[in-house]
């Protein structure tokens, strides 16, 4: 291999981007992150961050600062279509993913890796098949960067998975989502558990399905000023019908029905204007190692799809790259199937049985989203009933 810069790039600064560039660099790997934008950027996102994703941040020592842009949510209140509701307990962050985006980008510098942003990666560079380094777009100026290999993380339909031609021509399970920041939200206090408790409400209503919408207290003072996430998403597996309801035109609808919605909406001012994203679901094809290329996070579409922490699975798949790229650098393999065989013994990714399971419960769950009366009897079940909301979420 001619000119080689660097060990490793990442495309893509995002979780799953930087949470590999920050577990690289400390096991001492010469790294180079890039990505397009200039950051702090905003992403669509819920601002949910789980436990999952919350022990890799702590592993590579930057917990505390995540206490510090973060509210700490412990219950989510559960609303449908009827109005019923049910609290349940639930724990995750509320972090920006401005805030935390950042956050992850300068962990990973902390470690030893460099950051290139506002730079974009325009193409593969290749010799004999094998991915050995990255053309890039910078300040208007074209060039390229060599390296022993290189890691896709540039997020959902990423165009590395296209340009390495990974991405299959297959029916995606896809969702497409907004959200938006509001402050002067009403976060009913006599449902507010303790001092510095708060909860997230999650609604099921017909104007959203198959969909559920959120509001979701983010950032630092979240629960003091009202400040928080809403948002929706829609499951678009099936394609979006030609004069379908927007997912904005299906937020003033929702906004319209439920009661217990515009109530805390009432007054609250939405202080950014809302942002559109889209997520792919694991499926038992998605390819993820090519000669000299690993993918992680949504460029892999990891993300299990009864499951909303994205950030969860994209930071496995990040420390697992991570694995799989050093041992690569110390065999001096760099060959496909050396990655594959290498990143499935480190994935904790389940098998294409429990994969194929997951897309039929998710068919099931879709349904039930269909059916009104039937997720307001879940909501029903699952009041006052600690263990079945236990069981469902664990599952
Ligand atoms: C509506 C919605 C709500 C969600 N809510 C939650 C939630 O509450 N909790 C949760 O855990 N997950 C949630 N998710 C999922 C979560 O947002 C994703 O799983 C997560 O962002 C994946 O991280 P990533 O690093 O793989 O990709 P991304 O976060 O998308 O990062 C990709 C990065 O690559 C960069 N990039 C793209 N192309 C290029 C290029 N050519 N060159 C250089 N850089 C490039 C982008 O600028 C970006 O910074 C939600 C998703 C949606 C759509």
């Known amino acids: 291999m001619k000119g080689i810069e660097r060990d490793v790039i990442v495309i893509g600064a995002g979780p799953a981007g930087s949470i590999c560039a920050a577990y690289l660099a400390k096991a001492g790997v010469d790294v180079l992150l890039i990505d397009k934008e200039v950051f702090p950027r905003d992403k669509t996102c819920g601002d949910m961050i789980t436990a999952g994703m919350a022990k890799h941040i702590t592993t590579l020592e930057a917990a505390d600062k995540l206490d510090r842009i973060s509210v700490f949510v412990n219950h989510l209140l559960l609303v449908s279509?009827?109005?019923?509701?049910?609290l349940i307990p639930?724990?995750?962050?509320?972090?920006?993913?401005?805030?935390?985006?950042?956050?992850?980008?300068?962990?990973?510098m902390s470690w030893g890796a460099e950051f290139r942003q506002g730079c974009r990666a325009t193409g593969l560079i290749r010799e004999r098949g094998r991915v050995c380094g990255v053309k890039i777009l910078e300040g208007g100026v074209e060039s390229?960067?060599?390296?022993?290999?290189?890691?896709?993380?540039?997020?959902?339909?990423?165009?590395?998975?296209?340009?390495?031609?990974?991405?299959?021509?297959?029916?995606?399970?896809?969702s497409i989502g907004i959200s938006a920041y509001f402050e002067g939200v009403h976060l009913d206090r006599s449902i507010a558990i303790g001092q510095y408790s708060a909860y997230g409400a999650v609604f099921f209503d017909r104007a959203l399905a198959p969909g559920y919408a959120w509001v979701l207290p983010s950032g630092d003072g979240g629960v003091l000023h009202g400040h928080c996430n809403v948002g929706l998403v829609i499951d678009y597996t099936d394609g979006i019908r030609e004069g379908a309801p927007t997912p904005e035109e299906r937020f003033a609808s929702w906004i319209g029905r439920s009661s217990r919605?515009?109530?805390?909406?009432?007054g609250a001012k939405q202080i950014t204007p809302w942002r559109r994203g889209k997520q792919t679901y694991i499926t038992q094809n998605t390819p993820r190692t090519a000669d000299g290329l690993i993918l992680i996070g949504d460029a892999a579409s990891v993300m299990?799809?009864?499951?909303?922490?994205?950030?969860?699975?994209?930071?496995?798949?990040a420390r697992a790259a991570a694995d799989t790229v050093w041992e690569a650098l110390k065999q001096e393999d760099f060959s496909g199937l050396f990655l594959h065989r290498t990143l499935a013994g480190h994935s904790s990714q389940p098998d294409p049985a429990a994969v194929?399971?997951?897309?039929?419960?998710?068919?099931?769950?879709r349904e039930s989203l269909m059916d009104p009366a039937g997720t307001d009897r879940a909501v029903q079940r699952l009041r006052g009933n600690e263990a079945l909301a236990k069981k469902l979420l664990e599952d």
Request: one cysteine or more; aromatic letters at 6%.
């Open 81 to 86: 279509d009827c109005g019923n509701e049910a």
């Open 90 to 108: 639930f724990e995750c962050y509320g972090t920006k993913r401005r805030e935390l985006d950042a956050l992850l980008t300068e962990t990973a």
């Open 144 to 174: 390229e960067l060599r390296c022993r290999m290189v890691v896709g993380a540039d997020g959902a339909f990423s165009f590395t998975a296209k340009e390495a031609g990974m991405m299959k021509e297959e029916p995606w399970a896809m």
């Open 261 to 266: 919605a515009a109530t805390m909406l009432s």
């Open 304 to 317: 299990l799809p009864l499951k909303g922490d994205g950030l969860s699975a994209a930071a496995d798949s």
């Open 356 to 365: 194929k399971d997951q897309l039929k419960r998710r068919r099931l769950i």
